[in-house]
């Protein structure tokens, strides 16, 4: 499995360990309440079905889809319509695929004074992934291009090590 694949696993992870720890047997109330609401909310549970029935589209219509909701977007910046947008954004294997612009729509969302509802602890931590995402592609990247210069630096050893043998060779049979 990729390290970026996993990366969208571990959000419907996260979210499945707190919809499990939020439920409490009927004859037993909690010492003191929690300081968050682990409880899943209808819009947390629609926006992951979205995502759900997005990955399961084809490629044809996933572009549609994308040209609609960015158009969606552009016309009404609501939170539905950004959420939808930055979800499509982050679709592995797709040509529209842009990460660095989810990002900025995560971050450009305009934050709430109130407490933190589910969604908006959704966009940190979907923040936080694609953040450290970008930071392991950019550490991916330079890795890379480390390797391929030492790739070149190996191969001009190799060659100076054939050079040097054939020298050898040389010398070698014009002394017999």
Not at 43 to 66: S, T
Not at 144 to 157: D, I, V, W
């Amino acid at each position: 499995m990729s390290a970026r694949r996993k990366f969208w696993i571990l959000p419907v992870v996260i979210l499945a360990l707190l919809a499990a720890c939020s439920t409490v047997p009927e004859n037993q109330q909690p010492a003191e309440p929690l300081p968050f609401d682990l409880i899943v909310t209808g819009q947390m549970e629609d926006l992951m079905q979205y995502y759900d029935a997005l990955r399961k589209q084809p490629a044809a219509d996933l572009a549609r889809v994308y040209d609609k909701v960015k158009q969606n977007f552009v016309q009404n910046k609501s939170d539905a319509n950004r959420a939808r947008l930055i979800l499509l954004l982050i679709l592995p294997n797709t040509p529209f695929r842009d990460t660095t612009s989810a990002l900025y729509l995560l971050n450009e969302w305009p934050r709430d004074a109130k407490p933190a509802t589910g969604l908006q602890s959704f966009r940190n931590l979907l923040a936080a992934l694609l953040t450290e995402q970008q930071r392991l592609s950019n550490s991916v990247d330079e890795l890379s291009l480390k390797l391929k210069e030492e790739q070149k630096r190996t191969e001009t050893l190799q060659n100076q090590i054939e050079a040097i043998k054939s020298m050898e060779k040389n010398l070698i049979l014009r002394e017999l």
